[in-house]
């Protein structure tokens, strides 16, 4: 059997059963990032992205926006815990013959965005390879009570997105801005239930959430925010690397949320939470409902 | 200018120059772990490496003891710092045509030494390349009192390895023990000056102590046991990945060392620290005396 046929969820699924954490792990493999004991107040967390050139960018891409983009997607893992980046390692794989100009534009494009987020450069590894590849991980930290898992996710529960949706691969997925401060308000004045990052698509994230807190929902089309770049809704709510926040928080809250929203950032409440013997589905623009098969960008 | 005209340890010090670190980093770019404050009695040790399809180990090598190297190489990293390894990253990238079994091996190989190693798998990420790609990001953990850095070395240390040199690319370097318990005997029990892992080659890596403490070294050829698997004594004192352990540490607690060391792993006391105007250099096996040049493996 091949690793294509068996897909990138499964695979990873597969790994998972077979790995066991000790009493320090209070989150390992499955969220946006692990969440690991530290201080009386503070969890750890700790996360890695690989890109590769031809995959995640092409070589045409500007240096400095794929610097960027390496750094900004393992922000984006620690902005959906709720937490703040602090210490970055960089793995990179450059080819001998490649211009010295590309490869200090790229460390200039990670300098920026760690100068920006306060995020220590503090060690790597560099090696020889064919194509192009960037593998950051990044540790940062988060107050015990505004830890935030892609878990807690209730019924009734207000559904929220930041910013618009879709077409990100014409231009967003190589310069976007993780959603730090909007995560950090968000956590340090309502209740957030559940979050995680955009990634896989709108709806396959979504759709996290609901398995890992064992619930269903139920999401209304005209209020979900498409992106001018995204080619209609259908491939807007399947299409990856928004680097957006989904989250969820106690319906009551909403109102207020929203009223005291202070950011450009676009805020959408584009559900609710529902049982989960309700499944998950979508109300169209005509009002029809319809169910929702949550899959979205698979690497396999 | 290509990448490969300016050489990695330039390209790593170009680089270097150009990033500043908080006062949270005790020891950041340049060592083989960066030192981060963490609790009152310990430090966060926190340390990247990547290895490559065709770079580091070929296709046709078992894929369980790929999966070893990939963790294992880190863990030394750990070791050379004084400390134990804790929590693991891990990013692959398979092409998607992989079998199976062969990604399932690689696994298979990780958790073995993260079991052997108590380390706690918690998370990761995994795309899709053409070629196979590992990259492991670990945190470890030292007590303050017990981290050695590179630059420590002080004139009339001793000068110690563990194991034999040379020819690791015959098979060691794929099934390799990484010296945790043999570095944490020596931090527990003597004043460890100076230490860092044998990865470039044993000239290269001594350089990097002597260049970091500003010392000089006289080594003796006769003292250095070189493996089996070695073309010859002057490649094997260049060969990379052997990964065992040099450190210094003061003369008068040598002989103690020697008399209690309680490994079968092999020790060798195989020179002295120096003053840095009196450079680094080897007596051979008729006496004679000759200057080092101490380059080891460069990637580009």
């Known amino acids: ?83 703040v980046p602090k210490f970055a390692v960089i793995s990179v794989g450059f080819p001998g013959s490649l211009d010295l100009k590309y490869a200090d534009k790229l460390y200039k494009g990670i300098r920026k965005v760690a100068n920006s987020f306060k995020v220590d450069l503090v060690g790597g590894d560099t090696v020889n390879s064919g194509k192009i590849i960037i593998n950051i991980a990044l540790i940062g930290e988060v107050e015990k009570k505004n830890l935030v898992l892609r878990s807690g996710a209730k019924e009734d529960d207000a559904i929220f997105i930041t910013g618009n949706i879709g077409g990100s691969i014409k231009f967003k997925h190589l310069n976007f801005t993780p959603r730090i ?30 398995d890992e807190s064992y619930k269903g929902a139920i999401i209304c089309e005209k209020t979900i925010p498409v992106s001018r770049n995204a080619s209609g809704f259908d491939s807007a709510v ?40 309700k499944g998950f589905s979508i109300v169209n623009k005509s009002g029809k409902s319809k169910k929702i098969n949550p899959t979205g960008f698979t690497h396999f």
């Not at 690991?36 to 070589?59: A, Q, R, S, V």
């Open 1 to 83: 059997m091949k690793l294509k046929d068996l897909g990138e969820f499964n695979f990873i699924n597969r790994i998972s059963k077979s790995i066991r954490a000790s009493s320090q792990v209070v989150k390992g493999i499955g969220d946006d990032a692990a969440v690991l004991k530290y201080t009386k107040d503070k969890h750890l967390l700790f996360t890695t992205d690989m890109i590769i050139e031809g995959k995640h960018f092409y070589k045409s891409a500007k240096a400095e926006l794929v610097g960027k983009k390496s750094l900004s997607c393992n922000i984006s893992d620690i902005a959906a815990m709720g937490g």
């Open 181 to 210: 401060k909007e995560a950090r308000f968000l956590v340090n004045n309502f209740k957030i239930n559940s979050m995680t990052d955009i990634s896989d698509g709108l709806l396959a994230d979504l759709g996290h959430i609901l």
């Open 238 to 277: 399947r299409d990856g690397e928004d680097f957006e926040l989904v989250f969820t928080l106690p319906w009551p809250q909403a109102d207020r949320l929203e009223k005291t929203w202070p950011f450009t950032t676009r805020l959408s409440r584009i559900g609710r939470i529902i049982n989960r013997r």
